[in-house]
């Protein structure tokens, strides 16, 4: 068990070490190195998980194996490659939530609905406020709008109704996705072409963070419910 935890620590530690090199290269915008280590940051989660982790649950392995295939994507940073690239989160995110509602185990569903709701609010004003959204994509994102408030929405009514370890480490990972889809959206859609050494770093930054939580969120998720049904 010691044996395990110092190989968990130690790639823990490679991950951040790995992003680190990582946000620097999307600063100095470094293709070589944004093309290797960008899909490699899901893979190494993947890894974590798999040494971690008794259940090994294969929806969250294909969730990161899709967010591995969205960062190729977005590296080109074209039209195109952005409209696949958010089509492929967007199944990627319907996994993450069909995750949530099976360590949840929501009773309750008004909490959520109230709790979504401002983030509704924040997304659609912003997505109301954007004229250069391309036609072939403006569903997608509708669909994104919606998926991401919901991530939050259960997130911040777990806490509220019963604030536990496991719904803190999943506040926190919603909080960063939120972030790093307002960052992203402003990019791409709102200031094209501005701000560029700002954004791309701090995505790069959030998407790190937020996967990590998330992965600390399905571990200690599935650790909670392995007590309970002992």
Same mark, same amino acid.
């Given at each position: 068990?010691?044996?395990?935890t &110092?190989i968990i620590? *130690?790639?823990t530690?490679?991950?951040f070490?790995?992003?680190?090199?990582?946000?620097?290269?999307?600063?100095f915008v470094s293709r070589?190195?944004?093309c290797?280590?960008?899909?490699?940051?899901?893979l190494?989660l993947i890894l974590?998980?798999?040494? !971690?982790?008794? &259940?090994? /649950?294969?929806?969250f392995?294909v *969730?990161?194996? =899709?967010s591995s295939v969205?960062n190729?994507?977005?590296?080109p940073?074209?039209?195109?490659?952005?409209f696949?690239?958010?089509?492929i989160? @967007?199944v990627?995110r319907i996994?993450?939530?069909y995750l949530?509602?099976?360590?949840q185990?929501?009773? /309750?569903y008004?909490?959520? #609905?109230i709790?979504t709701?401002p983030?509704?609010l924040?997304f659609?004003?912003?997505?109301?406020e $954007?004229?250069? #959204?391309? !036609?072939? @994509?403006?569903?997608?994102?509708? #669909?994104? &709008?919606?998926l #991401?408030s919901l991530?939050a929405g259960?997130?911040? @009514?777990?806490?509220?109704?019963?604030d536990?370890?496991q719904? @803190?480490? =999943?506040l926190?990972s *919603?909080l960063?996705?939120v972030m790093?889809?307002?960052?992203v959206f402003?990019e791409?859609y709102?200031?094209?072409?501005?701000f560029e050494?700002l954004?791309?770093p701090?995505a790069?930054?959030?998407? *790190?963070l937020a996967?990590?939580s998330?992965?600390?969120?399905?571990? $200690?998720?599935?650790?909670s419910n &392995?007590n309970?049904f002992?």
């Amino acid at each position: 068990m010691q044996k395990r935890t &110092n190989i968990i620590n *130690a790639l823990t530690v490679c991950y951040f070490v790995l992003a680190f090199f990582e946000v620097l290269a999307e600063y100095f915008v470094s293709r070589p190195v944004i093309c290797t280590l960008k899909p490699i940051l899901p893979l190494f989660l993947i890894l974590l998980y798999y040494i !971690e982790s008794d &259940n090994r /649950d294969k929806v969250f392995v294909v *969730a990161l194996l =899709l967010s591995s295939v969205t960062n190729i994507l977005f590296i080109p940073d074209t039209p195109q490659y952005l409209f696949y690239g958010v089509l492929i989160f @967007s199944v990627h995110r319907i996994l993450v939530l069909y995750l949530i509602f099976m360590h949840q185990k929501v009773k /309750d569903y008004v909490p959520i #609905i109230i709790a979504t709701a401002p983030f509704l609010l924040v997304f659609f004003y912003l997505f109301s406020e $954007t004229v250069e #959204i391309p !036609e072939n @994509s403006v569903w997608i994102l509708i #669909i994104q &709008n919606l998926l #991401i408030s919901l991530f939050a929405g259960i997130a911040l @009514s777990s806490y509220v109704m019963n604030d536990n370890k496991q719904n @803190s480490i =999943l506040l926190i990972s *919603a909080l960063l996705f939120v972030m790093l889809q307002f960052v992203v959206f402003i990019e791409k859609y709102f200031l094209i072409d501005e701000f560029e050494e700002l954004f791309r770093p701090l995505a790069m930054t959030l998407n *790190a963070l937020a996967f990590f939580s998330f992965y600390k969120y399905v571990v $200690t998720g599935e650790k909670s419910n &392995n007590n309970g049904f002992s």
